[in-house]
């Protein structure tokens, strides 16, 4: 149940055994204030909390050796995310041994790592501080920090005055450039723009080829393929693969029709159950150019106070999401003293021939209801290009409407 700074010479991390429980309360409900809390004690003194337990990590073990770029992939709710966390010494493991050859740089989630009130100047050199590092260290490196976020003009301003994308810049410089043996990536590169994020994935190349060791946590499955050198393949908080990058993007293909009929039972999909998809349909088979169309069905919960919105992913089979529908930019949200029946239409996006598949979300403050692959379609192989003369396929995640002309 511990996490240490050694491990064999040619290891960067080595764990065995590796387990992460939480205790979630299943009956009462908290209180904000300690006023409350004591009229609740005196009015039910002898009630007492109940709480289960939740594994989010079984039994994990795995060598990663240095110079090596990991992708870990899986679906929300797998566990990637905690076990960054119990590698970069956020929280701690529950069981098992985790064995780290040297420092850990992270970048998990936007707001952490950064004194809101202190400067971007102030910040990198807290961050290597706590990495261990002298000033004279982090000073070598100071330039090329600033250099490669971007961000010198607001260098001197409070970060918690940064927009995302300003903080994402800087936070992933820091991590990427203070030298440290091992670099812990989240997918929070998803806020930058398209140009930093090429930069980041350049960056993390060159980590890993320097013979440190990388950790990249994506839902994109293009992005693992293009950076990773091997993977790790977690569902429900268990190692199900870990080898080569195209051996684990097969098996977590393989596991897309078990899990789509696993989520037929709402007990297992995530979400606080307080109101629920009854059904998810859409066109199984159509031509690039045709209208996507899902409809849906949501029931009633007239104890849900407000009214709640709806979210629909369309994932390629890569696992990359192609587009999201989100009914709050078009002004629609749902009563739930109601049940409701929707759709969700999908004009003008030319998707490239495959399959797909559709993740609802039924949302409010929290989530009530998370169903991936809720529905899949298939994308037929039918340009809709009046000449087909390219030998070599066509490249791009949609197609799109398009003409030349010459002068």
Known sequence: ?????????????????????????????????????????????????????????????????????????????????????????????SGGRVELGGRVGSLLEVGTGFHPELTGRENIYLNGSLL??????????????????GVEKFLDTPVKRYSSGMYVRLAFSVAAHLETEILAIDEVLAVGDAEFQRKSLDKMRDVAKDGRAVLYVSHQMQTVTTLCTSAMFLDRGRLVHHGTVDDVMAAYRDSFTSFRESQEDVRRRPGSGLIRFARVTTPEVREPVDDTVITFEVGANPEIVGKYFVTCHVRDQRGVIVTQCDSRLVSQWFDPSEPHGGEVRIKDLWLQPGLYTVDMYLCQAGVFDEWQAAATFEVLPHLPYPEVVIEDGIFGAVLCDFDYEAW
């Open 132 to 149: 261990g590092m002298g000033r004279s260290e982090i000073k070598r490196r100071f330039d090329d920090i600033v250099r490669f976020s």
């Open 1 to 93: 149940m511990s996490a240490t700074t050694s491990s064999p010479p040619d290891t960067a991390i080595s764990s065995r055994g590796l387990a992460k429980s939480y205790r979630i309360a299943t009956s009462g409900r908290s209180h904000d204030r300690l006023s409350e809390a004591l009229v609740a004690r005196v009015r039910r003194p002898f009630h007492r909390r109940e709480f289960e337990t939740f594994d989010a990590l079984h039994d994990l073990s795995f060598d990663i050796p240095w110079g090596e770029a990991v992708g870990i992939v899986g679906r929300n709710g797998a566990g990637k995310s905690t076990l960054l966390k119990i590698l970069t010494r956020i929280t701690a493991p």
